[in-house]
């Protein structure tokens, strides 16, 4: 079946530092989604891709779609205390209506 | 609006009781999911539904039961519960292929 990986599973950084997450699938996605959680919280929607090679911004957050979409990358440039969660990808393989999440990448930002 | 809706929010289980983790959205929403959450594992699908009277399996639907007699709501039952399936519990709606929105989760202890 599908399967979402997404490296790495945790990520220390200083503050003002840069952070990226990759995300990986078996299969060719339809779309891909990023999510974030904070600490005791539920997974919060960040922004869905859908073409190949897709690039969006938001403020300091990067996400790319791969040429293959199969992969998938979130950039956070400048990282602050508020960026810290858990992040995920989420992506529908072909017809399927499943929405499989990646394993999550756990983000600590140190002042 | 309030969005999903689950309960309880905490649960504690002897192994071989059952239960059910209740789920309601007012959005809508065709596509009901549930999610899994355990450490390094990330989210994993449980069990899902794209509308009124019909369910399919996820990624790990053992020891787990659902139906969907109305659009609103999505219960989840637990047959006979094992130390196994502790976790914490999310239960997720969406419209079409756009974003889910999840509930406040719900976390099941069993001993």
């Known amino acids: 079946g599908q399967q979402v990986m997404q490296i790495p599973q945790y990520q220390h950084v200083q503050e003002g530092e840069d952070f990226t997450t990759y995300c990986n699938s078996s299969t060719t996605l339809s779309n891909i989604q990023w999510y974030k959680q904070r600490p005791g919280g539920h997974p919060v929607f960040l922004i869905q891709?859908?073409?190949?090679?897709e690039v969006k911004k938001q403020k300091r957050l990067t996400f790319q779609f791969g040429e293959a979409k199969k992969n998938s990358s979130l950039h956070i440039t400048a990282t602050q205390t508020t960026d810290v969660g858990t992040y995920f990808c989420?992506?529908?393989?072909?017809?399927?209506?499943?929405?499989?999440f990646g394993t999550g990448t756990l983000l600590a930002v140190q002042p | 609006n309030a969005g999903v809706t689950q309960t309880p929010k905490f649960q504690v289980l002897k192994t071989g009781q059952s239960m059910t983790l209740q789920c309601a959205q007012d959005m809508n929403h065709e596509y009901m999911s549930w999610y899994r959450q355990d450490p390094g594992m990330g989210l994993r699908l449980i069990h899902y539904s794209v509308g009124a009277g019909i369910t399919d399996q996820g990624e790990v639907p053992n020891g787990y039961n659902v139906s969907r007699s109305t659009t609103e709501d999505f219960p989840l039952r637990l047959l006979s519960a094992a130390p196994s399936q502790t976790s914490v519990y999310f239960c997720?709606?969406?419209f079409g292929q756009g974003e889910a929105f999840f509930g406040q989760g719900t976390r099941l202890t069993v001993v």
């Open positions: 989420a992506g529908r393989g072909g017809a399927t209506n499943k929405l499989i």
């Open positions: 997720a709606s969406r």
């Open positions: 891709l859908v073409k190949s090679g």
